[in-house]
């Protein structure tokens, strides 16, 4: 028996005016949000940072749209991608920051290695060039590192970098992890490392004026160990180092501690935590943007899929760390939302959210479920587009299928198919992304139609897009109808789509 159920179709109706400041963590329901980018496409770039440049944001990460998974050793590696914004709410894609695709670059990075990570991005003042610098496993020290003219790249690798800690280890072994740079007021840049020859503790070194490569002055042991993904920067003449306690990679829902000293080489006090579940992701970042006459210090951590073969369905938590009057971090609040006025000041907005643009991405869809949607014609003439966000993941062996109907009650199909549209497996990414098709049939104003999004696959499976409450397999099967098929009455939920009538 073939399980199939709907969901409201709408279009997505963003009101930029009213939120254009309100950062979104989670929904009305506290559950995760997809970010989406300008062209609809999720936002695709993790384990990195956001960094602020000449009045813009710009988010830098690791992607896993073409499929990457850690410690699969048939994956291919995506390459780094960057994102820029002038609101952290509407993201352009700005591309990859160097091409990734090369025969050299995934013999580093792809899935029979440990992988590429974290990128990193400053400008150095005096050479007027931006670096990069990112994890990898290839090499002794654990790092390559970049140059580039533009924030967006493209980036050119230079020599690689020399640095003190786990200098006379061998390559290609777990040496140096996740990292951070940061930038003090007088120039002086500092690398921030998770040593795991020492079962995961943190260090920071000093750069050289270029920051391509370390000066040999450095802080050890700065943690016992079981930690990693530190973000060092300076409120006030205080150093802090923020980093994940305990180590996890990939997992939902690890700690956040931080330490502080008067200088980045220390001596650090002893930590303490200030969140036991990072928002339910792991810590990322912690950037220090001065926005006019005012400072905010940007939290980051990554929503992981909890280790899930398909990590490009993860999402971000990011919100301005609080002070107390001593300068210690206040505990995390895990807000739904905050805003960003013209002073650069965050105001919590939990109690005013807004839905709209309230998208998360799921995958279901094969075997035995298909999902289906009803829309009403809002004018006669022909269906010259349909447009949906949608994705696959764990490898589907048979393409995905759209199947147009119509349905006077929204709930059953009439009649044999209007059209049948194939999406190709190969064309869909493990993100969520906008594909368009050309169905080309007549619709009538004000009738009711349904599509069918349904494929044959038995391995991997296709998602969507959507916003609202969705039911799962296990709560279809109790709601059935007197031809046989189940499906699920609707429950103000919607489709991420669009569609052009001619």
Same mark, same amino acid.
Request: hydrophobic share 30%; with cysteine.
């Given at each position: 028996m073939i399980e199939f159920y709907k969901i409201l179709l709408a279009l997505l109706c963003v009101n930029y005016v009213a939120q254009a400041q309100e950062i979104k963590n989670f929904d009305q329901n506290g559950e995760q949000i997809t970010r989406f980018d300008e062209l609809g496409n999720a936002v695709? *770039?993790?384990? $990195?940072?956001?960094?602020?440049?000449?009045?813009?944001?710009?988010?830098?990460?690791?992607s896993y749209d073409c499929g990457f998974e850690w410690q699969n050793e048939v994956a291919r590696f995506c390459g780094f991608k960057s994102y820029s914004s002038k609101d952290m709410v509407h993201w352009k894609d700005e591309g990859f920051l160097f091409d990734a695709q090369t025969p050299l670059w995934q013999s580093r990075c792809d899935g029979k290695t440990y992988g590429c990570f974290r990128p990193h991005v400053v400008y150095n003042k005096k050479n007027k060039n931006y670096v990069l610098w990112i994890n990898v496993y290839d090499n002794v020290t654990g790092y390559r590192v970049f140059t580039a003219k533009k924030p967006t790249g493209p980036f050119v690798e230079v020599e690689q970098p020399r640095i003190e800690v786990n200098k006379d280890k061998p390559a290609a072994g777990l040496n140096?992890?996740?990292?951070?740079?940061?930038?003090?007021?007088?120039?002086? %840049?500092?690398? *921030?490392?998770?040593?795991?020859?020492?079962?995961?503790?943190? +260090?920071i070194e000093q750069l050289n004026d270029d920051y391509l490569s370390g000066t040999g002055k450095v802080a050890t042991l700065?943690?016992?160990?079981?930690? !990693? +993904?530190?973000?060092?920067?300076?409120?006030?003449?205080?150093?802090?180092?923020?980093?994940?306690?305990?180590?996890?990679?990939? %997992?939902?829902g690890t700690g956040t501690s931080y330490k502080t000293a008067s200088s980045p080489l220390g001596p650090w006090s002893e930590g303490t935590k200030?969140?036991?579940?990072? %928002? $339910?992701?792991?810590? /990322?970042?912690? /950037?220090?943007?001065?926005? &006019?006459?005012?400072?905010?210090?940007?939290?980051?951590?990554? #929503?992981?899929?909890n280790a899930a073969r398909n990590e490009? @369905? =993860?999402?971000?938590?990011?919100?301005? @760390?609080?002070?107390? !009057?001593?300068?210690?971090? &206040?505990?995390m609040d895990c807000i739904k939302s905050f805003v960003l006025d013209k002073k650069g000041e965050e105001n919590k907005v939990d109690d005013q959210i807004t839905t709209n643009g309230d998208y998360k991405a799921s995958c279901d869809i094969g075997g035995g479920i298909q999902r289906s949607q009803s829309f009403t014609a809002s004018s006669s003439g022909t269906l010259k587009s349909f447009s949906i966000t949608t994705l696959k993941s764990g490898y589907?062996? =048979?393409? @995905?299928? #759209?199947?147009?109907? !119509?349905?006077?009650?929204?709930?059953?199909?009439?009649?044999?198919?209007?059209?049948?549209?194939?999406?190709?497996?190969?064309?869909?990414?493990? /993100?969520?992304?906008?594909?368009t098709t050309t169905p080309s049939f007549d619709l009538t104003l004000g009738k009711r139609y349904m599509v069918i999004l349904k494929s044959i696959t038995n391995t991997g499976c296709y998602g969507f897009a959507y916003s609202g409450t969705v039911l799962n397999a296990d709560e279809i099967a109790s709601i059935s109808t007197d031809n046989g098929e189940n499906f699920i009455p609707e429950k103000n939920s919607k489709l991420k789509y669009n569609l052009v009538i001619e």
């Open positions: 695709d *770039a993790h384990d $990195g940072k956001i960094a602020y440049f000449n009045d813009t944001y710009y988010l830098y990460g690791t140096n992890g996740d990292h951070d740079l940061f930038v003090d007021d007088d120039g002086t %840049c500092y690398l *921030a490392i998770t040593d795991w020859r020492t079962t995961g503790t943190i +260090a700065i943690t016992s160990g079981r930690t !990693e +993904a530190p973000g060092l920067f300076k409120r006030k003449g205080i150093y802090y180092v923020t980093y994940s306690d305990p180590n996890c990679g990939y %997992c939902s200030i969140s036991d579940n990072s %928002c $339910g992701g792991q810590p /990322s970042f912690v /950037s220090v943007m001065k926005i &006019n006459s005012d400072t905010i210090y940007l939290y980051g951590s990554d #929503l992981w899929n490009a @369905l =993860a999402n971000f938590y990011w919100a301005p @760390l609080t002070f107390a !009057e001593d300068g210690s971090i &206040n505990p589907p062996t =048979a393409d @995905l299928t #759209l199947t147009f109907y !119509e349905s006077p009650d929204g709930l059953t199909k009439k009649g044999s198919p209007l059209a049948i549209v194939v999406i190709p497996q190969n064309t869909l990414g493990w /993100s969520a992304r906008n594909i």
